[in-house]
Structures are given as C-alpha cells and as structure tokens.
C-alpha cells in the first residue's frame, strides 16, 4: 500500500472515530426523587445525587451500570413549560433500573434534572452521550 493511501485510510479511520465520538442520542427524561437507595446497580451503596436510573432502552441487562452519561436538555415535551432548559448539560452515573411504566429514555435525580431544566416541565426533550 502506498503512502497516499496509507493517508487516505488512517484519515478517515479518524474521521469515522471523531464523529462517533461526537454523536449524541436523544431521547427523553425525567426525574425521581429521594431516598435513592437501594439502587439495582449498587444496592445500598450511598452514589450521591448526581444520579439516574436507565429505561429498558439503554439498560442493556445491567452493562450501564455505573457508566456515566452526559445529559443536554433540548426541548419541552409540554405546553406547560414551553422554554424548561437552562443551558449547560450534566454529567450523571447511571446506578439503577427506571421501573416498568418509564415514560422516559434517563430518570434523573431531582438534583441533575434541576441543573439542565425546570422541575416544573416534568419533562423534556434530551440529547444524550456516554461520558
């Protein structure tokens, strides 16, 4: 293989990496509130409360557990609260399991949802990226 091609190929292998990187989910989130514990990844470990449970979308029979993710609110998913972000995004650690009936991709902490948008929506619209 010749050195352009060499170039050529280890360019986009670079390319294809970043933009990967890069690529953020959406979904949507809500949020719970304490006590946290127990928690499905941790038990009664005490994980603080920069915390979220995961929906069967991403849980991945428990393979997130203790991942962390990096959550953006985008958007309202209601009239009532038509502007609920606030900037910024928020940095999370998945340590449980949203029940049966999750209406959403993250339930995050009140404490983590209370960063990137107004508790009053309930919720919203996110984008969402393992950290």
């Known amino acids: 293989m010749g050195v352009g091609t060499?170039?050529?190929?280890i360019t986009t292998?670079?390319?294809c990496l970043i933009s990967s990187a890069a690529y953020a989910s959406k979904g949507t989130a809500t949020f719970y509130t304490p006590p946290y514990v127990p928690s499905a990844c941790n038990g009664y470990q005490n994980d603080g409360v920069m915390i979220a449970a995961a929906s069967y979308a991403i849980w991945n029979n428990g393979a997130v557990c203790n991942k962390s993710f990096r959550v953006?609110?985008?958007g309202a998913t209601n009239q009532g609260t038509p502007h609920p972000c606030r900037g910024g995004s928020v940095l999370v650690k998945i340590v449980d399991l949203c029940p049966a009936g999750c209406q959403a991709?993250?339930?995050?902490s009140q404490e983590a949802f209370s960063q990137i948008a107004n508790p009053d929506a309930g919720k919203i619209k996110i984008e969402f990226n393992q950290a």
């Open 6 to 9: 060499k170039v050529l190929v």
């Open 13 to 15: 292998m670079a390319i």
């Open 105 to 108: 991709t993250i339930d995050l």
């Open 72 to 74: 953006k609110c985008t």
